[in-house]
């Protein structure tokens, strides 16, 4: 039970959830899955393994989009840095294949942050994530998050 609670939460951040998955989905879900807990615990290397060296990221968090593999990376150290904790909560998960190289993942999610001094931000997002199979190699080509709408 605790597994497949941990296999949902960390496919969902992946831009996964609901379905049967076989061929290109499962094989990006079992990559996908570990980017839930790297980003948790502050794991750089590992969250960043999965994106392409031309990847665009764009963050909820920054006012213009991230492009190439070593500007996401510092994107991500800043942010570690600057909020040592960090959980996410996804849900309403969702993921389409085409051609057998194209994978792309939609979600919510909570973004609670928690920075030096102990003060937690949270951030209902939206995401997709594009993942392509680049080389043989499964690779996240696109990556956007924006702040769910707040109502008037």
Do not use: C
């Not at 980017?35 to 920054?62: E, I, P």
């Not at 996401?72 to 849900?91: N, Q, S, W």
Request: proline fraction near 5%; aromatic fraction near 10%.
């Amino acid at each position: 039970m605790k597994r497949s609670i941990v296999a949902l939460l960390a496919l969902t951040i992946g831009g996964f959830g609901g379905g049967v998955w076989a061929g290109p989905a499962e094989e990006v879900a079992q990559i996908a899955a570990p980017r839930l807990q790297a980003l948790q615990d502050g794991n750089l290397d590992a969250y960043m393994a999965a994106f392409a060296d031309n990847a665009v990221f764009q963050s909820a968090l920054s006012a213009f989009r991230v492009e190439g593999k070593e500007a996401i990376r510092a994107h991500f150290t800043e942010l570690f840095g600057i909020y040592p904790k960090r959980r996410v909560l996804p849900r309403q998960s969702t993921t389409r294949v085409y051609n057998d190289d194209l994978v792309i993942t939609n979600s919510y999610s909570v973004l609670y942050l928690t920075n030096q001094q102990g003060q937690v931000v949270t951030y209902p997002l939206r995401s997709s994530v594009v993942w392509a199979k680049i080389g043989g190699r499964w690779q996240i080509v696109d990556q956007h998050g924006s702040r769910l709408p707040v109502a008037p």
